[in-house]
């Protein structure tokens, strides 16, 4: 006989690690609204439907009907398993449950051991609570009660309780159960947030924290896990000497010979710097490569950005279609991290994908500030201990140059590689400009060179003066303009600063320069 019952909830089985000890008396807690009858439905219909364990339902409220109704909005077929003896709806009242509970051989124990019930699910506790103030009865005896009864009974029981989540009171019964699982609801800007949390479960371990839970159309409740909480990184994280093309020579020099396979690449620029199509180049040339890959679009959808790269000359759609890349697009507005990430992970252990860009990771900060450093972190895990090289992508709100990666993420110890794309202004023109301050285990060049976006990407000009020489940036002191991360409208130049510091006088040298146009 197997130890574990599988409660047959979409990802919670997971969270529990693999399902809870058999014949543990299970109680779910939350106020109204955050699906503790869904849940409970869902864990007697999985087991009679899948799990071949016929099983009970108990209810003081809701009748047969109501039941029905929302069991077929779910696409569960709650009839046919009453037609078939392997569920049984008992309506009936706390005085009477009690009662029989107090009977070994009472009708209800015969009704249970008759349909070979290995499963009961009791909706809810709070009736029972609220019968025994009524009567000023002991409810504390009513629990002991409740719990010897179905020990007795030998099934495994889930039992649903109200609970004020404006309170901190601990109930008696919270001590008695074996499993207690925890619901919230809460209101975030347009939706309904839901989590869930397992507080204790005896006999076992299981995932702490609070993991996101939906209930959705033909499925029911859905428990999505948290991300931050993965499996402990590998004693010994893989690693590869191999090299991928960013898909730009030029690039691939500076960084010393292009990515480590595996390795987190941070790209960081204002918009309109070429984030977005340094990843296509990246991408198309991982596929030329022999690499599946994925983009994920939090920014632009899948058909706009089809349009502009089509008009640099990536086919995205035509690779899309031959199966080589995969888009994935998410709203902003709609997103939840942890489905987003479950979304994500398991694309990529499905289509074998080994080559990935977020496009951009600035969306997960504005979506749950506190949350976004530990999120990166489990995605930088995930793809890491896969052996994906991945491109985050993350729009600087600073125009010109940049005083730090980001606020909120401070992400740049999570990456092996940053590249930074940024406008020089000179004179009234402006310029692109790339540097890369970063990149673990190589001799990375640490100069700015200018490039353009044209067909096929970003392109960066040959500072020896080859080509047109009238589009290469003027090669002047550097007291003469700020460089990329002096320029951030929060820093001043370094002389200028020191100035300052010392209390001196500004130093004629390091006036703002008046510059000739190239």
Known sequence: MDTLVKTGIAGLDEILLGGVPRHNNLIVEGAPGTGKTTLGLGFIYAGAAEHGEPGAIVSFELDAAKLMRDAAGFGWDLQGMLDAGKIKIIQTSPAVLLSEFRNTEGVFAETLRAMGARRLLIDGLTPMRLYAEVHNLPFREDVHVLVEGLNRLGVTTMVTAERDETTTAAAHE????????????????????????????????????????????DQGVHVYRRAQSRPVALQEQPTSALRLSTGSAAIDTMMDGGLYAGSVTMICGISGTGKTVLSVQFLTSAIAAGHKTLLVSLDEHPRQLMRNAGSLGFDLEGLTERGDLFIHYES???????????????????????????????????????????????LATFFKNRLATVLFNYESPELLGLSQISQELKGSHLVDNIILLSYVE???????????????????????????????????????????????????????????????????????????????????????PIETPP
């Open 174 to 217: 919270r001590f008695i159960f074996d499993t207690i699982i925890s619901l919230t609801r809460g209101e975030n800007q347009r939706r309904v947030q839901r989590r869930l949390t397992v507080q204790k479960s005896r006999g076992q371990d299981f995932i702490s924290g609070s993991h996101t839970m939906r209930i959705e159309a």
């Open 332 to 378: 902003p507005l709609e997103l939840d991290l942890d489905v987003h990430f479950e979304h994500i992970t398991r694309l990529v252990e499905k289509e074998a994908i080994d080559c990935i860009v977020l496009d951009s990771c600035a969306v997960y900060a504005m979506t749950s500030p506190e949350e976004a450093a530990g999120y990166l972190y489990a």
């Open 426 to 512: 000179i004179s009234t023109v402006l310029r692109r400009a790339i540097a890369i301050p970063k990149v673990r285990g190589s001799r990375n060049l640490q100069v700015t060179r200018e490039y353009v976006i044209a067909e096929g990407g970003l392109k960066l000009l040959d500072e020896d003066g080859a080509g047109e020489a009238s589009n290469a940036v003027p090669q002047l002191p550097f007291s003469a303009y700020y460089g990329l991360l002096s320029r951030s409208p929060s820093r001043q130049a370094p002389a200028i600063e020191e100035a300052i510091a010392n209390n001196t006088a500004l130093p004629p040298s390091v006036d703002l």
